[in-house]
């Protein structure tokens, strides 16, 4: 993490709502992939994603997303919101279910790392915006990362697939005979969950009706 806030203040965009948003991406992002070298590999590409993953509002239109994540550091924080609630939606994958329907570590660690990645690549200097192509940009950038810093081409592929599938339905290229695997799933629903502008009634307390 050290290394990143370095990368950050050196770029001028380090503050104490980035600090608090990045400890918080460490806690729930980072530190519960159990695997060092994935764990490791993800630190690492952290430091060379667009700046704009760490500054940039959720929504370019602000029709999606809540309004908490439609605000600077936005799309950071919807990836932190979704590494929060993944452990858990992992109960619900049955491919990914021991006998005692505990999920396993491995699916959770790639389930983690395709989150992070996933939304890295969505916007890049000069206003660039990749659109519903962005979880393939990301994996474009992943894999020949990853690759060199000498993660396992399985793991590596496996966070790269899920990075492109993340948006489910619809990602590029989704038809009706599209098979999702278990660890696309596993990234597209919390994304999802995270993501929908509905929350504000539920978390801004408006949804009851005076
Ligand atoms: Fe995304």
Redesign the pocket.
Known sequence: MEELQRRLEKAGIWDDELEWRVRALWKYGIEPISDPKLRATVGGFLLVVPLEFYTDHASRSGNFHPPWQNVAHGTFLSIVESCIVLPGWARHIPEILDARKNPSQRAIDLGLAATIV??SW?KEPGDIHHGTD??RVAADHWTPFALAAGLGRRTTMKVAEASVM??GVYAPDWTPHTKLSPIARLVNLP?VATSLPQLKLIYRNVAVIR
């Open positions: 996933s939304d969505k962005h979880g993340h948006m994304d």
